[in-house]
Structure formats: structure tokens, C-alpha cells
């Protein structure tokens, strides 16, 4: 059942990033759900790496199930993927985000703005690079999942990774389908995908061809 319902988020939360971006200036709650989705990955990768990202984002849902609609799905350059782009980026959207506080005037509404002006700039970004390049190559890059693939990769203690099975055919079906395109087979040795920037959103499970990949 839980299973279920993570998959419904994965398929469905998108739906969230359209009504933040028309409905957002004027509701509060809706302001509020953005701060819960900028923060989410931080809280969530002490304990469970980048799985906010890859379940429960609605920038994720947005990336796996309307964007590439619209986009070529060429490979992310690995420059996206680079520790001194992405610290870059992060600087430049915090830059950003702290000028929209700085004239927030103190006010609750103010700083809700700010938020939901983050979100727009970054979600034209998200689609402007998968038009571009690659559904998820925004997910590359993204300010808060950079923070949180950070924390995991200071963590080394995951316990929550995917498994990787001894009848692993090394035929990269589930590196190709991986939406940050990581190594999955390179991680035979160790047993278990220890990438900090694997999301956990099992898409290397359902399409293992050999069933040697779950999710502990």
C-alpha cells in the first residue's frame, strides 16, 4: 500500500508546480507547500539520501512524467553534474532568493513571494534545460538536491540503498533508464548503489530485465 501511494505522488505531484505557479501569489497555503518542497530534500537526506528527490518532489514528478514530452533525452554533459557548476548555480539561486527577502519587508506575505518567485525562475530554468537537453537535467543541478547529495556523500551511512543483486547481466538497461544516468552496474563490487545523487525512485527496478536490484 505505501508503495502504492509513492507511486501515485511520483506520477501525480506535478500537478502541485502548476498551481504554485497560478495560484500561488495569492494563496498562502500554497506559498507554504512550496517551503515544504524547497526544504524537503535537506531534512530528508540526513536520513534517506536524495529519496525526497526521486518520490516525493513535484519538480521530479514534473521531470518524469510531462517533460519529456517535450524533450530530445540527450545525455546530461557531465559539466551539469560537476561539483564547481553545481556550487555555482547554488550560489547565483541563494543570491537570488535572499535579494526577493531582503525586500520582503518582514511581512509573512513578503517572504511567501520570495518563495514563490524562486519557483517560477527555477522551474522555467527546469524546463528550459530539458527542452534543451534532458528531462531531468535540471535534477543535476538542483540547488536543494546538490545540498542534499552533499550531506549524503558526508554521511557514508546510508542504510537505505539499492541493492545490488550476484545475477547482475551488467547490461545497463538500468543505467539508461536512471533519470541522472548513474553507473548503476559500476557499483557491483560494493553491492549496493552508493551514488549520492541516486534519488531511490526504483525506475532501475522495475525495468532490471534480471530482477537483481530492490530497495532496502
Not at 3 to 13: G, K, L
Not at 136 to 145: I, K, V
Request: hydrophobic letters at 50%; a positive charge.
Amino acid at each position: 500500500m505505501a508503495n502504492e501511494i509513492v507511486y501515485c505522488i511520483q506520477r501525480f505531484s506535478w500537478v502541485l508546480v502548476a498551481l504554485v505557479l497560478v495560484f500561488g501569489w495569492v494563496s498562502p497555503i500554497l506559498m507554504i507547500l512550496s517551503i515544504v518542497c524547497m526544504f524537503g530534500p535537506i531534512i530528508f537526506s540526513f536520513s534517506f539520501g536524495r529519496a525526497w528527490c526521486g518520490n516525493f518532489c513535484p519538480r521530479g514528478s514534473l521531470s518524469g512524467e510531462i517533460l519529456p514530452i517535450i524533450s530530445p533525452n540527450k545525455p546530461i554533459p557531465r559539466l551539469l553534474k560537476s561539483s564547481i557548476f553545481r556550487i555555482v548555480m547554488f550560489i547565483l539561486l541563494i543570491m537570488f532568493f535572499i535579494n526577493n527577502i531582503a525586500h520582503s519587508n518582514g511581512t509573512l506575505l513578503g517572504i511567501g513571494m520570495a518563495f514563490i518567485k524562486m519557483m517560477v525562475i527555477t522551474t522555467i530554468m527546469q524546463v528550459c534545460f530539458a527542452v534543451l537537453i534532458h528531462p531531468y537535467a535540471w535534477c543535476s543541478f538542483c540547488p536543494m538536491g546538490t545540498v542534499a547529495s552533499f550531506i549524503t556523500r558526508a554521511k557514508k551511512d546510508n542504510i537505505d540503498n539499492i541493492i545490488i543483486g550476484g545475477n547482475c547481466m551488467e547490461c545497463n538497461v538500468c543505467k539508461n533508464n536512471c533519470p541522472l544516468q548513474i553507473d548503476i552496474p559500476g557499483w557491483i563490487s560494493a553491492g549496493e548503489v552508493k551514488d549520492p545523487d541516486c534519488m531511490k525512485c526504483r525506475k532501475c527496478i522495475k525495468t532490471c530485465s534480471c530482477k537483481c536490484l530492490k530497495y532496502e
